[in-house]
């Protein structure tokens, strides 16, 4: 079975500086995608941003940007120019891709990211 | 365009009692899965309704159950509540089973303790 880890239970950076979240997996399959969610105290999960495994190119959005090693099974998020904002709890979370089935995420345990004034 | 909403936001049951909770889809969408998220964790996949079939389960108990209706609303459902159940419960809603390539939307919860 596929599992996500996240080793940092919590970060810390201050605000408009760079952070760097980290994130492993273990699994498998060779088709798959990753993701990071944001979860604010509203506890509504927000999809921040999502990789395709068969992608080299690392993928950007705005601020957010993955560093995607595929065979060091490593995933990990960067924030550029924090805001406050993005104070919230981040995860990471796989899911297999084709080959039928509805398997749902798999996600880590989640990192708190604070971001000081 | 309303988002997933989910009812109610808070219960408190005790231990073996029955439970339902509710999940309206966002407008347009015919999946909806469902995740338990305890204190601490991140989520965990229960399962998976499509079209108002389930197709795919995580793994839990059959305790857990659950229905999707014709406008795509859902229901989870536990029997003979534990301790553990004690936990968020998160429903997220996609227009079609491969999420993967539209984007699943999470509910903001019903939070479930039981005593």
């Known amino acids: 079975a596929q599992t996500v880890t996240q080793s940092q239970p919590e970060m810390s950076v201050q605000e408009a500086e760079t952070v760097t979240l980290s994130c492993t997996y273990d699994t498998s399959e060779s088709d798959y995608y990753l993701f990071w969610y944001k979860q604010p105290p509203s506890r509504q999960m927000i999809l921040v941003i999502r990789?395709?495994?068969?992608?080299?190119q690392n993928a950007t959005e705005n601020r957010f940007s993955v560093n995607f090693q595929k065979a060091a099974k490593s995933f990990s998020l960067k924030i550029s120019d924090s805001q406050l904002g993005d104070a919230a709890m981040y995860f990471c979370a796989y899911r297999r891709g084709s080959g039928g089935g509805a398997d749902g995420l798999t996600f880590g345990k989640g990192t708190h990211l604070i971001i000081q004034p | 365009e309303t988002g997933v909403t989910q009812s109610p936001t808070h219960l408190i049951k005790t231990r073996g009692q029955q439970v339902t909770l509710r999940c309206s889809s966002q407008s347009g969408h015919n999946t909806v899965s469902w995740y338990q998220q305890a204190l601490g964790q991140g989520p965990q996949f229960i399962f998976q309704y499509y079209r108002e079939e389930e197709n795919g389960r995580g793994n839990f108990p059959p305790r857990f159950s659950g229905l999707q209706f014709p406008n795509y609303s859902s229901e989870l459902n536990v029997n003979a509540l534990e301790l553990d159940d004690s936990a968020l419960y998160l429903c997220?809603?996609?227009?079609?089973?491969?999420?993967?390539?539209?984007?699943?939307?999470f509910g903001p919860g019903t939070r479930l303790t039981v005593l």
């Open positions: 997220a809603s996609s227009l079609g089973r491969d999420y993967l390539r539209n984007e699943q939307f």
């Open positions: 990789q395709e495994a068969y992608k080299q």
